[in-house]
Every structure is written in C-alpha cells, then in structure tokens.
T-cell receptor, first 114, second 119 residues
Framework: AQKVTQAQTEISVVEKEDVTLDCVYE???????LFWYKQPPSGELVFLIR??????QNEISGRYSWNFQKSTSSFNFTITASQVVDSAVYFC???????????FGKGTMLLVSP | GAVVSQHPSRVICKSGTSVKIECRSL??????MFWYRQFPKQSLMLMAT?????????EQGVEKDKFLINHASLTLSTLTVTSAHPEDSSFYIC???????????????FGPGTRLTVT
C-alpha cells in the first residue's frame, strides 16, 4: 500500500520569504515516481515535477527546488522568495512504476501575503 | 501537448436528475482515464479507473450504479452522476494517461475539473 503524508495543513508566509513544504511517503515498491502538483483557486491541477526513485539528485527550477531523500522517504519542496501568485494548495503524490494510479497527500495550503 | 479538457466546467442540477461530465484528451490517445472527486479543502480521492473498451474499476465505497463511467473511445470518457443528491455536490476531476503506447505508463494529465452543485 502506498501512503503520502503532508503534515503541514496550512502555511502562511509574507512575500519574499522562503518556504518549504514537506512530503513523506511510504511504499513497498523499489521503483516508484513522486510528483508535486499545484492547485490554484481555479481548481486546475498544475504539474510541477516528477522524480524517479532512482534519481536522488536535487532539482532546481527557477524559484522552485526539490530535495529527494530516500533514506528518510521524503520529497520536500522549497519555494524561494515566495510571491503572492504562489498561493495555492500543493499536493505531493506517489505512483509505483508500471502503474498510473496516483496516491495523493492531503495537500498543504500556502498563503503568501504581500 | 497533453491537453485534457472537461465539460462542463460548472453545472447546477436539481436533486433527482442525472448529469453527464465529459473528459477528452485533445492531442493524445488515452488508454486509461481516471476520475477523482475532491471535497472542499480535501485531497483528491480516486473514484474509478477506466480503460478504453473495458468496464471501469471502481474504488471501494464508490457506487458503480450511481457513478456511471463510459470510456468508449481513446479520447473520451464520461462520468454520469445518476439521480444526483446534494451530497454529490463536489469538484470532479478527470485525468488521462497515454499508457505504454505513449512511452510511459505513469504520466497522468489532468483536466480542469467540473464543479457540480446539486440543489
């Protein structure tokens, strides 16, 4: 069984602050994929990143960065210099290799105030 | 590429009526489509998985007679909420996967969602 835990229900920051969203997962599969999605108030899910379990390299994309640590089963997401437009609910998700069924975490609502 | 559309984006219906939601993959063939339900301030809950030409596989607790899913073609899946009641009001999101034919079985592309309100 797969499980994704996002312990932070809601985070509030002021613009330009850095913020890290935590994601801890459980799986018995040796090969799997991890995802982050953003869901703005409009409701549409926006794909942010996919990470293969064999690739533990951290990734940076603009103000976004992801830290994948297999040893702690975590896949944390950091936004540097947050902006108001970053306000959204962020979901971490997991799927075992060879399947498409996604297991989502409960999401973290990020509120960035000016 | 990999665009998925949903129609309608919003629908209000009266209790007891049925409503159909369409999910289309616009620029790829989707061997598998998924239907999720999301209550306010909650996560996405998978309702069912459908493969083109096959009966949908429903998650535990989801009434298959109430939520009819049809995946008649590689680009279209429909979810029909039959005899809708106010408790069926929710945000319904579909996703589509090209499957192995598309190069990777794990990619899911999400539609923009349909907000259903049953009065």
């Amino acid at each position: 069984a797969q499980k994704v835990t996002q312990a932070q229900t809601e985070i509030s920051v002021v613009e330009k602050e850095d913020v890290t969203l935590d994601c801890v997962y459980e799986t018995r599969d040796t090969t799997y994929y991890l995802f982050w999605y953003k869901q703005p108030p409009s409701g549409e899910l926006v794909f942010l990143i996919r990470r293969n379990s064999f690739d533990e390299q951290n990734e940076i994309s603009g103000r976004y960065s992801w830290n994948f640590q297999k040893s702690t089963s975590s896949f944390n997401f950091t936004i540097t210099a947050s902006q108001v437009v970053d306000s959204a609910v962020y979901f971490c998700a997991l799927t075992p290799s060879g399947y498409s069924t996604l297991t989502f975490g409960k999401g973290t609502m990020l509120l960035v105030s000016p | 590429g990999a665009v998925v559309s949903q129609h309608p984006s919003r629908v209000i219906c009266k209790s007891g009526t049925s409503v159909k939601i369409e999910c289309r993959s616009l620029d790829f063939q989707a061997t598998t489509m998924f239907w999720y339900r999301q209550f306010p301030k909650q996560s996405l809950m998978l309702m069912a998985t459908s493969n083109e030409g096959s009966k949908a596989t429903y998650e535990q607790g989801v009434e298959k007679d109430k939520f009819l899913i049809n995946h008649a073609s590689l680009t279209l899946s429909t979810l029909t909420v039959t005899s809708a009641h106010p408790e069926d009001s929710s945000f319904y999101i579909c996703s589509a996967s090209p499957g192995l034919a598309g190069g990777s079985s794990y990619e899911q592309y999400f539609g923009p969602g349909t907000r259903l309100t049953v009065t």
